[in-house]
């Protein structure tokens, strides 16, 4: 009994000289990690004595990278693209120029939306539904010509039969690389989407669809009942087990990186709202096959994606939904992003410019661009307004440290 008890208290002693070893490292590697300067930025007095906020602000990069904060604002457009009484315009791609002229893709329909369970499969349930992708022009970045459609439906029966819409670009080589979302006839709650693709010599066209989606939800979640509600599952699956959104294709380190985002069978709520992530699906070849990575979600957070090549990784503006809504953030490998800052708002659905030098300064890419806006009803749900596109532009942060120096003298 008495080696047992000496055994016991030998091997306390053991993983406690451990636990004061690790702490011993853990302190260490925080003094080398951080200078007096960053614990004086955030008012440390004691970094022997950190409360879990002051350890945070310093792991998150608070006391850091003030060259990505700014504030986004909104201008009105000149031209076709406004607002327009039962007409749905939405989703504007990046926005790429090709003779001189600016081009931009984005979902179009018109009527009334009635949303589900009018027991009438025909009628249209969200704005984005029965819509098309139009495209227009312009020389100035300001005042846009609407040109007509690009893409249309698919056959019936196929996996775009119904709606095609929230595409995105890409010039690649001499030919342009349409992707978007698609719904096959009827449009249910449980509805699972996928990505297609058309392909074109000319931005005006015309543009070959592929036969076959290039992604399509994981569909590994499980039901529960047969009602139509997207809610009721007995296991929800993966992040994109339902849906496969806002495709977003960018040519990266050799590779064809199929940026989106993913909605699960029987979305719950997180800390920031709704349950949305994204992923990345990368390809050899423009057309595919895309594989998912194993590293997805890449992120917890973002409605919409606008992400954006920046020196050697890729930047990203997470929008609504989750904890990490309204953020910028950079990945040095397109895969591990991390918060680089905060901002007050951010709008919807933005379309970059793509011949912006990304690499000038971190938010370069942010410049200007496209987003769309909506213009609601009183007395109706949010699905039955209008949406419009309209410029977005981003002023940076003018709180520099040279700025305060100067400002003090």
Not at 117 to 144: H, N, Q
Request: hydrophobic residues 30%; negative net charge.
């Amino acid at each position: 009994m008495r080696l047992i008890t000496a055994i016991f208290g030998l091997a306390c002693l053991l993983f406690s000289c451990q636990d004061i070893k690790e702490k011993e490292v853990e302190t260490t590697s925080t003094k080398e990690q951080y200078t007096q300067e960053d614990y004086d930025f955030l008012a440390i007095g004691n970094p022997e004595k950190m409360s879990a906020a002051s350890k945070r602000a310093l792991r998150n990069n608070y006391h850091k990278n003030e060259e990505w904060f700014g504030t986004f604002s909104s201008q009105t457009l000149k031209g076709d693209v406004g607002y327009e009484k039962g007409v749905i315009r939405r989703d504007p791609t990046m926005v790429i120029q090709v003779d001189g002229l600016y081009y931009t893709w984005y979902s179009k329909s018109v009527g009334k939306t009635f949303g589900f369970g009018t027991g009438d499969p025909d009628k249209k349930v969200f704005p984005w539904d029965k819509t098309e992708i139009w495209y227009a022009t312009s020389s100035d970045g300001w005042d846009w010509k609407e040109q007509g459609v690009a893409v249309t439906y698919g056959p019936k029966g196929e996996y775009d039969d119904r709606s095609v819409f929230t595409p995105e670009v890409l010039a690649h080589e001499g030919k342009y690389y349409l992707v978007y979302q698609c719904v096959q006839f009827p449009y249910v709650n449980r509805s699972f989407n996928t990505v297609g693709m058309s392909i074109a010599d000319s931005p005006n066209g015309p543009w070959k669809r592929l036969e076959a989606p290039i992604l399509e939800a994981a569909q590994d979640g499980e039901w529960l009942g047969e009602e139509d509600s997207r809610f009721a599952v007995k296991s929800q699956g993966s992040f994109d087990s339902q849906k496969v959104h806002d495709p977003t294709l960018l040519y990266y380190r050799d590779k064809f990186y199929l940026y989106y985002k993913g909605e699960r069978m029987g979305e719950r709520n997180t800390a920031g709202g709704r349950e949305i992530r994204w992923g990345v699906a990368i390809a050899d070849s423009i057309e595919g096959p895309y594989v998912k990575s194993e590293y997805n979600p890449i992120t917890h957070s973002g409605h919409e994606l606008c992400v954006w090549k920046y020196k050697d990784g890729i930047a990203m503006v997470s929008s609504a939904d989750g904890p990490e809504r309204q953020t910028i953030q950079y990945s040095e490998d397109g895969i591990n992003f991390e918060i680089m800052s905060y901002v007050n708002w951010v709008p919807s659905a933005m379309g970059l410019v793509t011949t912006l030098d990304n690499d000038k300064h971190p938010t370069e890419g942010l410049s200007w661009g496209l987003h769309h806006l909506s213009h609601n009803y009183p007395g109706k749900p949010w699905w039955a307004g209008d949406q419009y596109l309209a410029r977005f532009s981003f002023s940076r942060n003018r709180n520099t440290k040279a700025e305060f120096a100067d400002n003090k003298q």
